[in-house]
């Protein structure tokens, strides 16, 4: 989408055709304010202000078509009350006008918010580029039927007094963000006898071939000689082969490290310990945290922000194939550490394990964050509205937090007490994969702890916001979400100032 902001004070400022004319309006906040809209059309708009059709409410749009001219339809978009606005009522409200642009073939569109100086444009751009989102790969076409209309140009009337350089970097960034994010979706949505963990450290080398980014991939033979036996025991069951993906961005020598790591579960069938067919078919989603990893790094090669990022991504499928781990076997992970597997389906944590052993081995960071579909329990607690982080860190929490609500991929921080690691303790082996029944996704999390030693760590537990987020209307809820590609874009480039 291309975006164009101008800084105007009356119409006449203006000379090009911008399409549909978008005026936001909050709940009974009339008469509409808008620096170009003509006469006419405020008089029939305001007619069906005055039969309560219009009334600004939450989600709440109309959309009426004019005559060519400056502009040739305009669409009303309801925000609620003043008060309670926020950057995230932009997105859903947005979000919830979609449809309208599909109907209404709208392809070039014009935000006037010149009269609106303490809205963000960028969260409308973020609505739209994820609204119109969709995975039709699989489809049959109709050779007769046109491919479906999108906004492929966006421009933003702000007051003259507003910076419109500064405007303009904020909404090419979120734009940006949100494309990968669409990336990170389409990557889960391809369904698990096409995304295989090789097609995924394809995609990863991909990356680097575009951009220059180092990238690293480690195989099974290499994987067996480092020791990361927990990998290698998830991917036993599978004829798919185990990969360990790493890429770098470098930017000098005195620059500060994170590392983002994500689980790559491509398929995930329980291993012995199989899960219930009802929906298995969604356990393609098990490497949501990949693909939010490498899309984030996406647009972190992109930017070439002056820090340096280490993106991991342990990969594998959990197959009940006839060399398939077995509930009770023993592993030693990467950092010599034994575990008794006691559950199969408890995968997620194991790969993990060495995933993040070896990234702060080999690459010591200042910080570093996982994000996994890991727990069910996490659902339970949270369910599909935030994501879980726990941490060794509530400074590194607090930064997160803060990411989440920017970019409406929010976290809420559980706790990580020591009496929860005693609960992972193994009986015949140092620690077992699965704790009791009870507080599951936080002794996932405590398991994960015993393999990052001293480094400032945070896991986030996103198995309830992957996907099935029905209450976001600028996410269609038959699809993955890509939850954490802005959340991680925005913390990495918020900790450029520092890491605490």
């Given at each position: ?9 009356n119409?006449e ?23 170009i ?17 219009i ?13 060519e ?16 606005c ?32 303490e809205?963000d ?40 007094d ?16 949100c ?9 889960a ?17 991909g990356?680097?071939n ?46 500060k ?5 994500g689980?790559?579960?491509t398929?995930?069938?329980g ?77 997620g ?13 080999k ?5 570093i964050v ?6 069910g329990a ?6 599909h ?32 007490w020591?009496?929860?690691?005693e609960?992972i303790k193994?009986?015949?082996a140092?620690?077992c ?27 986030i ?32 480039l ?7």
């Amino acid at each position: 989408m291309r975006v164009n902001v101008t800084s105007i004070k009356n119409k006449e400022d203006l000379t090009s055709p911008l399409g549909t004319l978008v005026i936001p309006v909050y709940k009974k906040n009339f008469p509409l304010n808008s620096t170009i809209l003509e006469a006419q059309h405020e008089e029939a708009l305001q007619a069906l202000i005055d039969r309560d059709i219009i009334t600004g409410a939450t989600k709440e749009s109309y959309f009426l078509p004019t005559h060519e001219g400056l502009y040739n339809a305009v669409l009303v978009l309801g925000l609620g009350e003043e008060e309670k606005c926020d950057t995230e009522t932009l997105r859903r409200s947005m979000g919830a006008a979609c449809p309208a642009l599909k109907t209404n073939k709208v392809s070039h569109i014009c935000f006037d918010l010149s009269h609106f100086p303490e809205l963000d444009p960028s969260a409308f751009l973020e609505a739209i580029v994820l609204g119109q989102y969709d995975f039709e790969v699989y489809k049959s076409k109709d050779n007769e039927t046109p491919a479906p209309t999108t906004v492929q140009e966006a421009h933003v009337l702000v007051h003259e007094d507003i910076d419109a350089e500064h405007v303009h970097q904020s909404a090419e960034l979120a734009v940006l963000a949100c494309l990968s994010t669409n990336g990170a979706r389409h990557l889960a949505n391809t369904p698990a006898n096409e995304l295989t963990p090789t097609a995924l450290a394809d995609f990863a080398q991909g990356i680097a071939n575009e951009t220059g980014c180092e990238c690293t991939i480690l195989g099974e033979t290499q994987m067996a000689s480092l020791g990361m036996n927990a990998i290698l025991g998830v991917s036993r069951g599978s004829a798919q082969p185990a990969k360990l993906i790493v890429l770098r961005h470098h930017h000098s020598d005195d620059a500060k490290t994170i590392a983002i790591v994500g689980k790559g579960v491509t398929f995930d069938t329980g291993g012995i310990s199989i899960k219930p067919a009802a929906d298995m078919h969604e356990m393609k989603y098990d490497m949501c945290g990949a693909a939010a990893v490498l899309c984030a790094m996406m647009n972190i090669v992109e930017l070439k922000p002056p820090i340096n990022v280490i993106c991991v991504v342990p990969t594998a499928e959990n197959m009940t194939g006839d060399a398939a781990q077995r509930p009770g076997d023993i592993v030693k992970a990467y950092n010599g550490k034994t575990i008794e597997v006691h559950n199969t389906d408890a995968e997620g944590r194991l790969i993990l394990a060495d995933a993040l052993a070896y990234t702060v081995d080999k690459y010591k960071p200042d910080a570093i964050v996982d994000m996994a579909t890991l727990t069910g329990a996490c659902v339970v607690a949270l369910g599909h509205v935030a994501a879980g982080v726990f941490t060794n860190s509530d400074s590194l929490a607090l930064s997160l937090a803060d990411a989440g609500e920017q970019t409406g991929e929010r976290v809420w921080q559980l706790p990580l007490w020591p009496e929860y690691e005693e609960l992972i303790k193994g009986n015949h082996a140092d620690l077992c994969n699965i704790g009791p029944r009870w507080g599951g996704a936080i002794t996932a999390a405590a398991f994960l702890k015993q393999f990052i030693g001293e480094t400032p760590w945070a896991h986030i537990d996103i198995a309830g916001t992957a996907w099935g987020a029905d209450h976001l209307p600028y996410l269609n809820s038959k699809h993955a979400t890509g939850f954490g590609v802005r959340l991680l874009t925005s913390w990495i480039l918020g900790q450029i100032e520092g890491i605490e």
